[in-house]
């Protein structure tokens, strides 16, 4: 009889593509259908996230309403990995509170998943291992991608940036390169099978280096070489690295989108600092100014944070002063958590819970603002979508545009995975809606 499977994930694109790779595993394993709900799966995995601490609650209060099933079900498995586990003394505590968990694992053991599998089916007792080092870059693709017309590709695992505020480098070990032939084979793979966008990861693909010395700007550059149409997109890119050899890149790739995520953080220089993230506001804005001029139309996202340690109402007022300047096309905003084990966690100043809610609130308004003025100038113009989905309650079509937008539309034809035309009839609010004008002809 099958078996199935759910798995929860939390945090970024890269736990959302493990998953990918976790789900791999598990069809290798004899669990071969997808469960719609946790209470019915015979094994629930969580792939958690340590970013912040309400990501870890989201988590823990998930994994505790397992409790009673697992009483009423002992067969179900409840595995929990990814990067909270990976945080020392992570497995015992949460064996302590959960000790209905069956498998524990961190993010340098998550390709061995299938060996954990076989480990528990022959014993009772609960398997907990998580190896404090990273292993070896794994290149083989075993995922079960879920994601068309879209792939996720990693390219480097780890960060060796070590932000004050950051867990990522404590939990995701030293950044360790993926081999760029493999990477290619890959895509190429992806491609063939119909895949039409492809989004490269990795902490900070700038630092991008293996060991044949190619750079990340060259990676970009093979991929797109001899390709027909489709998108190529990448995160994140550090701004401390970010320069002329990737814009020149940007614009030599047509394939390459004109949207580039690059996280500001803050904009006060006295709070960058602190951060560890060796940029000021003016280079940082600079840079924006650079990449503007030598690619056209190009646009920027980014990731700012309220209330780090010491920050002043004049340092937020920075921050929002840059916001203005920078004129972002969207902008994920995030309050200040205390990481145990960071530098900041220390940092003289923690910032009132009050204080930090009152700036995300502003800093949230004058974002929403101006991601709403760069809908409106859609208004009118043909946009080209690559579409993912169909919505079946409102029986529209609906995809994303260069720059991330979703836009909706109707369709007689059934356009998934192919590129489509719409004019923008529709943009108030943050999404598109449109009419077909053309199906691009360069689908294939
Ligand atoms: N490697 C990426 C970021 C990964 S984390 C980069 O360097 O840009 C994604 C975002 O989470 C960060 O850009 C930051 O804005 C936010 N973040 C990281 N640590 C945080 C913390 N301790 N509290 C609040 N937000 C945090
Ligand atoms: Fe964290 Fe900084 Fe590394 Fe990004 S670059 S993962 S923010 S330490
Ligand atoms: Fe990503 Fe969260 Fe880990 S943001 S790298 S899943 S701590």
């Not at 879209?150 to 505020?165: D, K, L, Q, R």
């Not at 100038?377 to 169909?390: A, Q």
Request: charged share 30%; with cysteine.
């Amino acid at each position: 009889m099958s078996k199935s499977y759910h798995i929860v994930t939390y945090g970024c694109q890269m736990n959302v593509h493990e998953s990918e790779k976790l789900a791999g595993i598990l069809r290798a394993n004899g669990y071969t259908e997808e469960s719609g709900a946790p209470e019915e799966a015979d094994i629930v995995v969580f792939n958690t996230c340590c970013i912040r601490e309400n990501a870890e609650n989201h988590a823990m209060g998930n994994i505790g309403a397992l409790k009673k099933i697992k009483r009423a079900r002992p067969d179900m498995l409840i595995a929990v990995g990814g990067c909270m586990m990976q945080q020392e003394g992570a497995a015992q505590r949460l064996r302590k509170k959960f000790p209905f968990v069956d498998i524990v694992f961190g993010t340098h053991n998550l390709d061995d998943f299938g060996a954990l599998l076989t480990r528990k089916a022959a014993q009772k007792k609960a398997v907990v291992e998580v190896p404090a080092h990273e292993g070896s870059v794994c290149e083989e693709d075993f995922s079960f991608r879920t994601s068309y017309p879209n792939a996720w590709v990693n390219i480097m695992y780890g960060c060796n940036n070590f932000c004050s505020y950051c867990i990522v480098p404590y939990v995701r070990g030293r950044e360790r390169s993926r081999d760029p032939e493999h990477i290619l084979r890959e895509v190429q793979g992806l491609l063939a099978k119909g895949y039409r966008e492809i989004t490269l990861l990795g902490q900070n693909v700038n630092s991008y280096a293996p060991a044949d010395g190619t750079s990340f700007p060259q990676l970009l550059r093979r991929i797109c070489e001899g390709q027909g149409k489709f998108r190529l997109r990448f995160m994140t890119s550090n701004p401390k690295d970010f320069g002329e050899e990737l814009i020149a890149a940007l614009a030599d790739l047509p394939q390459v989108c004109n949207l580039v995520h690059l996280p500001v953080q803050a904009g006060s220089d006295r709070i960058l600092k602190l951060m560890n993230r060796h940029y000021t506001a003016r280079e940082y804005l600079e840079k924006v100014e650079l990449l503007r001029k030598r690619v056209p139309g190009c646009e920027v996202s980014t990731d700012i944070m309220v209330g780090f340690p010491s920050e002043t109402e004049e340092d937020f007022r920075r921050t929002l002063e840059l916001v203005k300047a920078a004129d972002f096309s969207s902008a994920f905003t995030f309050v200040y958590s205390r990481r145990s084990g960071t530098r900041a966690a220390e940092m003289e100043g923690q910032i009132p819970e009050e204080v930090q809610k009152e700036r995300i609130m502003r800093l949230v308004e004058l974002v929403n603002a101006q991601t709403r003025e760069k809908s409106r100038k859609y208004l009118g113009k043909t946009v080209e979508i690559l579409c993912e989905d169909h919505d079946e309650k409102r029986g529209l079509y609906l995809g994303r545009d260069e720059y991330g937008r979703m836009g909706y539309f109707k369709s007689t034809a059934d356009p998934v995975g192919r590129f489509v035309k719409i004019k923008v009839e529709d943009a108030s609010g943050i999404s598109l809606y449109g009419s077909i004008v053309q199906e691009s002809g360069e689908n294939k």
